[in-house]
C-alpha cells in the first residue's frame, strides 16, 4: 500500500459472530447456488465435505496454494491441511469476463458474476428477486477459514471454461517496513497487477484431484482450508441444511450431500423425513407435500384490503359463509390453504401481489410454528403472534412479493425489516405492507379459531385464581416454601404445619395467624424470628415486601404473646424470646382479601423452621 491509503481492516468476523457459523455458512452457500440455478427446474445439488485426520491434505501439497502466505500469517510452516468443500451443480457458475470490470469497460450490459464474486465486499451484481442481494454473503467462506482464506474453481455453462482463483481477507498489517492491504489473491498476475484466474488444463487438474472436487459440469466449487471445525461439524451441517431449507428439499428443487471420512448423508426430497433428527421437520415437510400437490380450485382466497388505504387486517377478510365453512374445517383439523392477495405499491406503480399461507391445528402444540419462507429460504428470526396452536408455512414465491420481501431482509437473510432504508423509499406505505404479510398467519389463526357461544366464566382464571389445597393437606415445620408458593396453596382457617419435636406450629386465624410452641424441652431456650409479607406472583415475597403493604403496629396489625417476649417488632418482622416452650403469639390484622406469607426461623442459624401461605 502506499502512504497515502486509508488503512481500513474487514469486519467479517463480526458480521457473523452474532450467528451460529454453520447456519451462516449453509444458509450463504445454498442460497447462492439456489440464485445461479441453471435454465429450467434444473435440480440443484450442494455438496459439503470435511477433510480431516487421514484425509487431510499432506503438507507438501498445501504449501503449493499457500506459498507466500506464510509470512502474512506469521507461521513459519504448514502442517497437513484439513479442509472443507463446498461445491454445487445444476448451476451456471461463476459467468462474466474474468478480466473485466464491468463499472470501468465496456462490457455491453452482460451479467458479470465473477467479478462481483471475487472483486467486491457489501456490493452485488444480483437481480432484484435474487435471495442474496447485499455481497456480503460470500465473506462466510473466509470467515470459516482459520487462516481467512478461500478458493473457488468455477465451470461456466455459457463458455464452459474452467477458472480458478484463490483469496485471502486478513487485516492491513506491516511487515519489514512496508505495509500490505488485507486482501491477497492466488492468481496469475495481469495488468497494473490486476489478479487474473489461473486457467492452465496442468494446474486445474491437480487442484480437482487434490480437493477430491466433482466438476465434471457447470457450477462453483469453493475449497475452505482449516476450517473452524469446532463450529462446523457433520451434525450441524446436516441439521442445518434441513432446518433452513426444507422447502425447497421436499419440492425436489434442491438435494444437499454431506460428507466426512466414511459417513455420507444425500438429502433429498424421499429422504427428508428420515434423515432429520428433530420430529417436527417431518409434520412440516408432511404439510409442505400437501400445499403443492393441492388443486388450484381448493385454495381459499383471501382478496386483497381496499385500494385506498394503509393496507391493515379486517374482520370481513373472508366472508361470512366462506368463514364459517373454514372455521369448522379447522375445528376438525382439516388442513388449510390460503392465497392472500396484497398490493405492493413501489413509487413507479402499483402491483397486486401474493402469498400462501397453509396451516393445521395441533393441540399438542404449547405455542403456535410459524415458518416464513422467500423464494425457498426460511426466514427464521420473523417475529409474529403466536397464541394459536397451529403448524403453519408462509411461503412467498411471486416475483413482486418476492422483491419486496428481499429489500426488507437483512444482510443475514434471518428477518424482515420495516426500518430498512429500501422499504422507506422505494414503496409507499412499505411499512404497513410488510407488517400485513408478517401478521398474516396470526390473524388468520385468529380468525378460525370459533369463540365459544355464551359467558366466559374462567376467561382470566390463568390471571386471577388462588388455588386451595386438598383436605389435609400441611406444610411441614422445617420444610422450604418454594413447593407452596409454586402449588399456590392458601390454607383454610385452622389449618397448621404439622409439628414434629422440636419444632413451632403455625396455625392460619381470620386475618392473621398464630404461632405456638409445641412443648418440647428445649424450645424455650431458642430465640425466633418471624418475617411476614404478601405472597407475589413471581419472585421472593419477602424480598419484594413494602411498608406500603402493613407493617407491625401500624394501620391495625397488632399482636399479642403468652410466655414469650417480643423483643423487636418492626416492619414485617417480629423477634420472640420464648418464656416458656409451650408459648403461644397470635398476630392479626392483615388484609383478608391478600395471602400471607409467615417464615419462622431460628435466630441462630437463620435456617427457615417453618412456614404458612
Known amino acids: ?28 452457500a445454498i442460497q447462492n447456488s439456489l440464485d445461479a440455478r441453471g435454465r429450467g427446474r434444473s435440480i440443484v445439488r450442494v455438496r459439503f465435505r470435511l477433510a480431516g485426520g487421514d484425509h487431510a491434505l499432506a503438507a507438501e501439497s498445501a504449501a503449493h496454494y499457500l506459498r507466500g502466505l506464510e509470512t502474512h500469517l506469521d507461521l513459519p510452516s504448514f502442517a497437513a491441511m484439513p479442509f472443507l468443500v463446498v ?14 470490470d464491468p463499472e470501468l469497460d465496456d462490457h455491453g450490459g452482460e451479467r458479470n458474476d465473477f467479478y462481483y464474486f471475487w472483486r467486491n465486499v457489501g456490493r452485488s451484481g444480483k437481480g432484484e428477486i435474487d435471495r442474496g442481494r447485499w455481497g456480503l454473503g460470500k465473506a462466510v467462506f473466509s470467515v470459516s477459514s482459520r487462516i481467512h482464506t478461500m478458493f473457488g474453481l468455477t465451470r461456466r455453462a455459457d463458455d464452459h471454461r474452467r477458472l480458478l482463483l484463490g483469496q485471502s481477507v486478513l487485516k492491513t498489517h506491516v511487515i519489514g517496513g512496508r505495509r500490505f492491504a488485507p486482501y491477497g489473491f492466488f492468481a496469475n498476475t495481469g495488468r497494473d497487477d490486476f489478479p487474473q484466474a489461473i486457467e492452465e488444463p496442468r494446474e486445474l487438474e491437480r487442484f480437482i484431484a487434490d480437493f477430491g472436487l466433482e466438476r465434471d459440469d457447470s457450477g462453483l466449487s469453493i475449497v475452505i482450508p482449516f476450517p473452524r471445525e469446532e463450529d462446523l461439524r457433520f451434525e450441524a451441517i446436516v441439521a442445518s441444511a ?29 429422504t427428508i423425513e ?3 433428527s428433530d420430529p417436527g421437520i417431518a409434520r412440516l415437510c408432511a404439510l409442505a407435500r400437501w400445499s403443492m400437490t393441492l388443486p388450484e380450485h381448493e385454495w381459499i382466497v383471501v382478496s386483497e384490503p381496499a385500494a385506498s388505504g394503509v393496507p391493515k387486517w379486517r374482520d370481513d377478510a373472508l366472508s361470512g359463509a366462506v368463514l364459517d365453512a373454514v372455521r369448522r374445517r379447522f375445528e376438525q383439523s382439516e388442513r388449510l390453504a390460503f392465497r392472500v392477495r396484497v398490493p405492493v405499491r413501489r413509487r413507479r ?73 429500501k422499504i422507506r423509499n422505494l414503496y409507499e406505505q412499505g411499512a404497513s405492507t410488510l407488517r400485513y404479510v408478517k401478521n398474516a398467519i396470526a390473524q388468520i389463526a385468529s380468525m378460525l379459531t370459533t369463540p365459544a357461544a355464551g359467558r366466559a366464566t374462567d376467561l382470566l382464571s390463568d390471571i386471577f385464581s388462588i388455588a386451595t389445597p386438598e383436605e389435609g393437606d400441611s406444610i411441614a415445620a422445617g420444610e422450604q416454601s418454594n413447593r407452596e408458593l409454586d402449588r399456590g396453596e392458601n390454607p383454610a382457617p385452622g389449618d397448621s404445619t404439622a409439628a414434629p419435636p422440636g419444632a413451632v406450629r403455625i396455625v392460619r386465624i381470620a386475618g392473621g395467624f398464630t404461632l405456638q410452641g409445641t412443648g418440647k424441652n428445649g424450645d424455650a431456650a431458642r430465640r ?7 405472597r407475589t406472583r413471581s419472585g421472593d415475597p419477602f424480598r419484594k415486601y413494602s411498608r406500603y403493604d402493613f407493617a407491625m403496629g401500624r394501620n391495625g396489625v397488632t399482636w399479642k404473646s403468652d410466655g414469650a417476649i417480643v423483643a423487636v417488632a418492626r416492619d414485617n418482622r417480629l423477634e420472640l424470646a420464648p418464656q416458656r416452650s409451650d408459648f403461644q403469639l397470635t398476630v392479626t390484622g392483615f388484609d383478608h382479601r391478600r395471602d400471607l406469607v409467615v417464615r419462622v426461623s ?12
Open 1 to 28: 500500500m502506499s502512504r497515502g491509503e486509508i488503512n481500513v481492516d474487514p469486519v467479517h468476523d463480526e458480521f457473523f459472530k452474532a450467528q451460529d457459523l454453520a447456519d451462516a455458512l449453509v444458509r450463504e
Open 87 to 100: 461445491e454445487d451443480s445444476g448451476t451456471r457458475g461463476l459467468v462474466g469476463d474474468p478480466g473485466e
Open 242 to 270: 434441513i432446518r433452513q431449507y426444507f422447502y425447497p428439499i421436499t419440492r425436489g428443487d434442491l438435494v444437499v450431500t454431506v460428507e466426512e471420512q466414511h459417513r455420507k448423508i444425500t438429502i433429498n426430497s424421499r
Open 274 to 276: 428420515g434423515d432429520a
Open 349 to 421: 406503480g402499483r402491483a397486486i401481489a401474493h402469498f400462501d399461507v397453509v396451516l393445521e391445528k395441533d393441540d399438542a402444540l404449547r405455542r403456535g410454528e410459524h415458518h416464513f419462507i422467500r423464494r425457498g429460504i426460511t426466514i427464521p428470526e420473523v417475529k409474529s403472534v403466536r397464541d394459536k396452536p397451529v403448524r403453519a408455512l408462509l411461503i412467498a414465491d411471486d416475483e413482486t412479493l418476492s422483491t419486496f420481501l428481499g429489500d426488507a431482509e437483512n444482510p443475514a437473510h434471518s428477518d424482515w425489516s420495516e426500518r430498512n432504508d
Open 528 to 534: 425466633w424470628i418471624v418475617d411476614m409479607a404478601y
Open 602 to 613: 431460628r435466630k441462630d442459624d437463620d435456617a427457615p423452621e417453618a412456614e404458612l401461605h
